[in-house]
């Protein structure tokens, strides 16, 4: 079987080594940041904060969140083009969803008359936050839809990738403590064009289980 999408995904591996000599253009960054913003969450949530470390400093703090563990994953921070923090909010409130009505109402998929009805949807919320208001299962696990969806835009621009859950979540909270803002980063994503001499997965073929054993059709 072909097809445009069966080729992104089977195309796409983890990159081991980059070539620090090759950046991502801004054209395609723009391409990924708008890819992030589109993607899909639980009654359109959005609980994430995206953090894109380009420059040099930016990349020297990451870099230093690997002191204490995860050091396999550090070399990426500096070779790679970009690394994005995908970080999600622990206690999504019904204020952070009002926000989210609220634009709904901007773009005119909600009549205003009709925003105390779209609260509905926070009845996913109330069911996944505990007695301390914490929610943070359900909110990371939005956050790794929108990993999915940047892993097959970069695929499909021929960018190479590298899904990082070894990191340092308590030390990235203090060195980006600013930025993030009480949100919680777990994992990762280092993008780039893979080394041609050093990448050892470039050339590895795919494995993955078979059809059978994944799926049913009933």
């Known amino acids: 079987m072909t097809h445009t999408i069966l080729s992104d995904l089977n195309s796409r591996y983890t990159t081991k080594r980059y070539d620090p000599s090759k950046k991502v253009s801004p ?9 992030m913003r589109l993607s899909a969450s639980s009654i359109n949530s959005q609980p994430w904060k995206f953090i894109v470390i380009e420059s040099e400093q930016a990349k020297q703090r990451m870099h ?16 790679c083009s970009h ?31 009709d925003r105390e009805q779209a609260f509905g949807g926070f009845a996913f919320v109330d069911i996944n936050t505990n007695e301390k208001g914490n929610n943070a299962h359900w909110t990371k696990a939005q956050t790794y ?17 590298t899904t990082m859950e070894g990191v340092d979540s308590e030390m990235i909270g203090k060195a980006f403590e600013k930025e993030l803002k009480g949100y919680q980063c777990d994992v990762a994503l280092a993008i780039g064009y893979h080394h041609i001499d050093e990448d050892y997965n470039v050339n590895l073929p795919k494995s993955r289980l078979s059809t059978e054993d994944v799926l049913q059709v009933l």
């Open 145 to 161: 839809l929108a990993l999915g969806n940047t892993l097959h835009t970069l695929a499909r621009l021929g960018i190479d990738s």
């Open 27 to 35: 054209e395609n960054m723009q391409i990924i940041y708008e890819a």
């Open 83 to 113: 690394v994005i923090l995908f970080a999600y909010n622990p206690r999504y409130t019904r204020e952070d969803y009002a926000k989210v009505v609220d634009k709904s109402i901007l773009d005119k998929r909600v009549k205003l008359e």
């Open 64 to 79: 230093d969140t690997f002191i204490n563990k995860f050091q396999f994953n550090q070399p990426h921070i500096k070779s």
